[in-house]
């Protein structure tokens, strides 16, 4: 018979009032609110000087490394390394860098909040950033993204299990021993074990820190977009982004259900997105998100 002090304390689903007691004491990541610092405004012209773009680079030595790796992975294919950051901005564009300057700081802070709890995190951060660029190229092919939001919201759609993770880690781990089962449905097990899902989560964290709304609703809805109320195209992007990203079995979602190519196909976000247009546009859009996809991972293994 177990000892009755070694047997392990059941763990309990919490309130909601429970849950946001946890979440005001848990830290805040500085990075999302200074996503739209300097180099937002050294880069919202294109026209700069690749030099002005190196020396803001040049501060931050994390963001250097990256770069370079980026650029030397094989998806550039040059026949010669690139070693220099103005050589990097020259191959990589402005746009890249940008959206690679913003992921940096924020991937670190995701990694200090998570801390050492047991998890997969590095194929978790490709999940991250591999929905990122998705999100702006599925939106990409229906509207002119007027800044970076969209791909900050394909960033942080699973903002909730980092939290789950960092607040509430015997619950997390609680809900990884029960997706051993692949059966089990990941939102529903997080109800059953926490009190609320990832989703919901990651909304009222994001919420807390006065993000913007296009997050919170990108947190919230991201399995549901029809239920966003303002950002819909924005969230209907990232449904899709991180169906593909599951499907091509890219980076870890911490969801052992592989989606099948009908999930993605099917999705509701294909709806919001065309909502008048013809099954050879959608044929289009998904034959072009098929080869970004397969450029991904060597993409990614650069990146994280």
């Known amino acids: 018979v177990m000892d009755i002090l070694t047997a392990p304390k059941p763990v309990l689903p919490l309130t909601e009032q429970q849950v946001q007691v946890r979440l005001k004491q848990s830290a805040r990541l500085p990075s999302l609110g200074s996503i739209h610092s300097a180099l937002r405004e050294l880069l919202t012209a294109e026209q700069r000087y690749t030099t002005q773009i190196s020396e803001v680079i040049r501060r931050d030595p994390s963001l250097t490394a990256r770069l370079l790796r980026l650029v030397n992975s094989v998806y550039y294919g040059l026949s010669s390394p690139v070693n220099s950051i103005e050589e990097a901005v020259f191959y990589l564009g402005v746009r890249q860098i940008r959206q690679l300057a913003m992921v940096t700081p924020v991937i ?17 951060w490709q999940h991250c950033i591999g929905t990122a660029i998705l999100t702006r190229e599925v939106i990409s092919a229906v509207e002119v993204p007027a800044d970076e939001s969209d791909y900050v919201a394909g960033l942080i759609h699973d903002m909730g299990k980092i939290v789950m993770a960092a607040s509430f880690p015997e619950h997390f781990a609680e809900v990884r021993r029960r997706m051993n089962d692949e059966t089990n449905d990941l939102l529903q097990v997080e109800v059953e074990v926490l009190g609320m899902n990832h989703a919901q989560l990651g909304a009222l964290y994001l919420k807390n820190h006065n993000l913007p709304e296009v997050m919170i609703e990108a947190a919230s809805f991201h399995h549901e977009p029809e239920r966003a109320s303002h950002h819909g195209r924005i969230v209907a992007a990232v449904q899709i982004a991180n169906l593909m990203m599951r499907y091509a079995r890219i980076g870890e979602s911490g969801n052992p259900h592989v989606p099948t190519d009908d999930d993605w196909l099917k999705a509701t976000g294909w709806g919001i997105l065309y909502p008048h247009q013809d099954e050879s546009n959608h044929a289009i859009a998904r034959a072009a998100l098929k080869r970004s996809l397969d450029r991904l991972p060597t993409i990614l293994e650069g990146l994280v």
Do not use: H, I, K, S
């Not at 050492?116 to 590095?122: A, E």
């Open 108 to 124: 670190e802070d995701f990694q200090r909040l998570a801390g050492n709890t047991p998890f997969p995190w590095r194929g978790f």
